[in-house]
C-alpha cells in the first residue's frame, strides 16, 4: 500500500507541475496577449493623437498662409517728375536729386511715409501742386491714394522745403503685387 501510495503520489505531484506548467504558459500567454494589446493600443493612441496633431498643423498653416496672403506686400518702382523751377531732393543740403520713392513693403490697410526736399530753383515764388498718371496696372488707383503735406503752399526763391508723402493702400486690394506711378510736382 505505501508503494502504491507513493506512486500515486508522484503521478499526482507530476499531475499537478504539469497543471502549474500549462497554467503558467497560459498566464505568460495571457500577460504576453496583454502587453502586445497594450502596445497595439499605445501605437494606435499615439498614431491618432499625432493624425489630429498634423491635422491641426495643416488647418493652421492653411490660415496663416491666407492671412499672408491677404496681406500681400507691394512694390512701387514709380519715377517723380517735376514741372517749373523746382527740383526734388533726398537730403535737405539738395546734393542727392529724388527720381523715385521707394515705398518699401506695403501692406493692405497701412499708410507709407517718405520724406524728400522739394527747392524752388527759380526767381520768383511759386506754388506747389501734385499729380499722378501712368498706373500701372491701371486699376490700382484705386486702392492706392498718395498725398502730401504741401499742396498750395507757396516757396520762395532758392528756398528748401521738407516734403512729407503718404501712399496710403486700402484693406481692399487685391490681386496688385507690384504697380508703379508717376508723381508729377509742379511749381507754378
Known amino acids: 500500500m505505501k508503494t502504491l501510495l507513493k506512486q500515486n503520489l508522484k503521478e499526482l505531484t507530476k499531475y499537478i507541475q504539469e497543471k502549474i506548467k500549462t497554467a503558467k504558459n497560459q498566464i505568460l500567454h495571457l500577460t504576453s496577449f496583454s502587453i502586445s494589446h497594450f502596445r497595439q493600443r499605445k501605437t494606435l493612441m499615439l498614431t491618432s493623437a499625432l493624425s489630429v496633431f498634423t491635422i491641426i498643423n495643416l488647418v493652421l498653416l492653411t490660415t496663416i498662409g491666407a492671412q499672408l496672403t491677404v496681406g500681400t506686400n507691394l512694390y ?11 527740383n526734388v531732393y533726398t537730403d535737405s543740403g539738395c546734393i542727392t536729386k529724388a527720381t523715385t520713392i521707394d ?4 501692406t493692405p490697410g497701412t499708410v507709407a511715409t517718405k520724406i ?7 526767381n520768383s515764388n ?3 501742386t501734385i499729380n499722378t498718371d501712368n498706373w500701372t496696372p ?5 486702392y492706392l491714394v498718395l498725398n502730401w503735406n504741401l499742396e498750395g503752399i507757396e516757396i520762395a526763391s532758392n528756398q528748401v522745403i521738407q516734403a512729407r508723402f503718404g501712399l496710403s493702400v486700402s484693406r481692399n486690394i487685391g490681386g496688385i503685387n507690384n504697380f508703379s506711378f508717376n508723381i508729377i510736382l509742379t511749381g507754378s
Do not use: M, R
Open 138 to 142: 491701371s486699376v490700382a488707383d484705386n
Open 103 to 106: 515705398w518699401g513693403t506695403l
Open 116 to 122: 524728400l526736399y522739394i527747392k524752388n530753383e527759380g
Open 76 to 86: 512701387n518702382y514709380g519715377s517723380i517728375e517735376t514741372l517749373g523751377k523746382i
Open 126 to 128: 511759386l506754388y506747389l
